[in-house]
């Protein structure tokens, strides 16, 4: 995955950042580069060779591989070779990606006004120490009328004419009183007029100065002599015009000092405040575009990262589902083999066995003949009479065999189903033992297109195995018939249930099977003649079964119009 | 050859790069230019016969618009923390500084230069304060960028700690 990405971000320099002086690095976590890319060149950054270490390169990450975070952010970092760059670090699980770009620009915009701010700190810094060393001065002898607004005499009036600040002295009532002469520009501060006459002020005459003066009276409780500031603020006078400025609190022998400074900054100082702050909001607001960019150019690479995975996994997902349905394809190949070989089979086995019944049919046909002249001849014959019985069963079951393998050609009729089943039901209940009660409900009198022997046979058949199976513990057979509407035509639904054991569940896949049987004496061939006749007649026969509660045959036959009575 | 990362810091207009200046450049200017973000220098020094790289970030000053970032401390091997003598101030920061990179760094080789040491009759940090300091374990060492009193040798000094010896 480096290779792509290694890709992507080559892709990314040359064609996004193509006219800036950007390069990238992916390392080992150890450092030693395996990917790179960018303007080297204009960064003044000399190619890496197939073993080069990154610090050997930039040389600031000295002491840092391995990086322990996840991403280092750095700004303005002047590199030997003399390029000033920004640089962002991210750490991967098994690489470090690196990306720097020049910001010697940005560098060079902002450094001017950091230096004016900086030397006018160290202007501020200079003039609070003369403040402070005036603690040193003493001014025993300027104790005239202060009171009255007179300047004080001597260095330290001159002192404060000469800064042009307001002197204020706060009394043990916390009234402010002029204490130097006032300067030109005293009509700016509020109430000038009082304080040009003498007359005392109260401490919250400054608004602007509330929490100022509050912490200056603290610290005059607490005895300490330091100066400190307000820090600058903007006053507009009675004229309107915006001015600027700066109170100082101090201590000098006892009196408690408060200094005021119009225009504490010359004009281009005070221009070099604005342009700083504007300068300092521009450079966060690039440092915020430059992280943007950065992660945005991260997004992209996450993007498509997620992208390609995305893709990875549909595939993966797409080879799967195929890899199901050719599977089910070939349990359905294997079904349908053994189907078809299941029916060749069945076929093969009907054939023989309807050759076989036919030709024994013709054998039976003679026995049978010869037996009944025999006993028309010499009159009553126990065993002929047993002969011909048994001659009879093995007729019908070679008849049965006959209908099993279709060779007994019936034709079909109309036939009122409901008429054979009350037939059969009634022929059911003259033989059923005593405990099998029978419970009838048929509702139709339709008609179906069907051999009525055939019919009769498959009702018989299967009423049978119901009270057969109900035989040892007794139970209720159900016989209904009703209409059913199946695919918009027409349908009668024969239902033949028995309270019984129920059918094993693995005998249910064999039931249909011909001659299989789970009877002592059966011959394996009702159900699958049944099963038989029924999809002769355009039906379909299901079961239900369940152990210890019974087993429910469901028959279902087109419904016959008479109308087309003549189409047959 | 061993490699050492070394960090400068201090209050602003101490001296931090004429200090660093002096030391691989052998050049002082009186003029003061103020850093912004990092200047990155490498030298290489001899300590008792083995040769150590010494990479120097010279740190831009801290004061109320720039303050030294923590993540620029990292893989630092020393520190050295820079006060202007002419600036009492200054000290406080240089201690404060020391006290915020030791609770990010832990531990490390650090040495206190007192810089201007050229203008010690505009000194406010006496002798007094900065014997102090020592008795609390601090190497104090007053240095000259401009005459480049002492300052090889708080660098090799350095140097000579951060490799143990």
């Not at chain 1, 390069?23 to 580069?33: E, K, R, S, V």
């Not at chain 2, 200017?29 to 010494?54: M, P, R």
Request: net charge negative; aromatic share 6%.
């Amino acid at each position: 995955m480096t290779t792509g990405y290694a890709r992507i971000l080559d892709t990314l320099c040359r064609k996004t950042f193509k006219d800036s002086a950007i390069a990238w690095f992916i390392t080992d976590l150890q450092g030693t580069i395996r990917y790179w890319g960018g303007s080297l060149s204009r960064l003044n950054l000399p190619e890496p060779g197939s073993d080069t270490q990154i610090c050997d390169l930039l040389v600031f990450l000295e002491g840092m591989i391995p990086v322990a975070d996840d991403e280092l952010e750095f700004s303005f970092i002047e590199l030997p070779s003399g390029v000033c760059v920004d640089a962002c670090i991210y750490r991967q699980e098994s690489s470090l990606d690196i990306i720097i770009w020049d910001s010697s620009r940005k560098q060079s915009h902002l450094r001017p006004t950091l230096q004016v701010v900086n030397e006018m700190s160290l202007l501020i810094e200079k003039k609070e120490k003369l403040l402070a060393d005036l603690d040193a001065v003493s001014v025993s002898d300027t104790k005239t009328d202060m009171k009255n607004g007179q300047a004080p005499p001597g260095f330290l009036g001159e002192f404060f004419a000469a800064l042009n600040v307001a002197v204020l002295e706060m009394d043990d009532q916390g009234r402010f009183f002029l204490f130097s002469q006032p300067p030109p520009w005293l009509d700016s501060l509020p109430q000038a007029e009082r304080l040009r006459s003498g007359s005392p002020l109260e401490e919250d005459c400054f608004s602007f100065l509330g929490n100022f003066i509050q912490e200056a009276k603290t610290r005059w409780d607490q005895g300490q002599k330091q100066t400190f500031g307000s820090g600058l603020w903007i006053e507009e006078d009675h004229r309107g015009e915006e001015l600027l400025f700066e109170a100082s609190a101090l201590a000098v022998q006892g009196r408690r000092l408060l200094i005021i400074s119009k225009d504490a900054c010359l004009p281009d100082e005070k221009q070099a405040i604005i342009q700083k702050g504007r300068d300092l909001a521009l450079h966060y607001d690039n440092e915020r575009k430059s992280g943007r960019q950065l992660r945005s150019l991260n997004d992209i690479l996450e993007i498509r990262v997620r992208e390609r995975t995305r893709e990875l996994e549909s595939v993966n997902q797409q080879l799967s589902i195929e890899l199901r349905e050719r599977k089910r394809a070939e349990t359905e190949r294997t079904q349908a083999l053994e189907q078809l070989r299941q029916s060749q089979k069945m076929e093969a086995i009907g054939t023989l066995a309807g050759g076989v019944a036919h030709d024994f049919n013709n054998i039976l046909s003679g026995i049978i003949g010869y037996t009944e002249l025999s006993i028309v001849e010499s009159g009553e014959n126990e065993k002929l009479d047993k002969i011909l019985g048994a001659a009879y069963r093995a007729r019908n079951l070679v008849q049965q065999i006959l209908t099993f393998s279709h060779q007994d050609a019936r034709e079909r009729e109309p036939v009122m189903l409901s008429r054979v089943v009350n037939e059969v039901v009634g022929l059911a209940m003259a033989s059923l033992p005593a405990d099998v009660g029978i419970d009838s409900d048929l509702n139709s009198n339709a008609y179906i297109l069907a051999d009525s022997t055939q019919i009769h046979q498959v009702v018989m058949n299967l009423c049978t195995n119901a009270w057969q199976a109900m035989a040892e513990n007794g139970g209720m057979l159900s016989v209904g018939l009703q209409e059913r509407e199946l695919d918009e035509k027409r349908h009668l639904l024969l239902t033949i249930k028995d309270t019984g054991p129920g059918i094993p569940a693995d005998l249910m896949d064999r039931i249909f099977d011909p001659y299989f049987t789970t009877k002592e004496e059966g011959n394996g061939l009702g159900l699958s003649v049944v099963q038989g006749i029924v999809r002769k007649s355009d039906g379909y026969i299901e079961v239900d079964t369940a152990q210890g509660k019974g087993t429910e045959f469901r028959v279902i036959f087109p419904v016959w119009d008479l109308r087309n009575q003549s189409k047959l | 050859m061993t490699k050492k990362k070394i960090c400068l810091l201090g209050a602003f207009a101490v001296g931090k790069t004429s200090l660093v200046q002096q030391y691989v450049n052998s050049i002082f200017s009186d003029k003061y230019h103020t850093t912004v973000g990092v200047k990155i220098e490498k030298t290489s020094v001899d300590v008792d016969g083995e040769a150590v790289d010494l990479i120097i970030w010279d740190l831009h000053g801290e004061d109320d618009f720039q303050h030294v970032r923590l993540s620029y401390l990292k893989g630092s091997a020393g520190l050295i923390f820079v006060a202007d003598g002419t600036r009492h101030s200054t000290l406080a920061t240089a201690l404060n500084l020391r006290q915020i990179a030791e609770s990010s760094m832990g531990s490390l080789p650090f040495m206190l230069l007192v810089n201007k040491a050229d203008l010690a009759d505009q000194w406010e940090i006496d002798d007094e304060v900065m014997e102090d300091l020592r008795g609390q374990g601090i190497s104090v060492i007053p240095t000259s960028a401009k005459t480049g009193q002492s300052v090889e040798w708080a660098f090799e000094e350095l140097a000579r700690k951060m490799v143990g010896k």
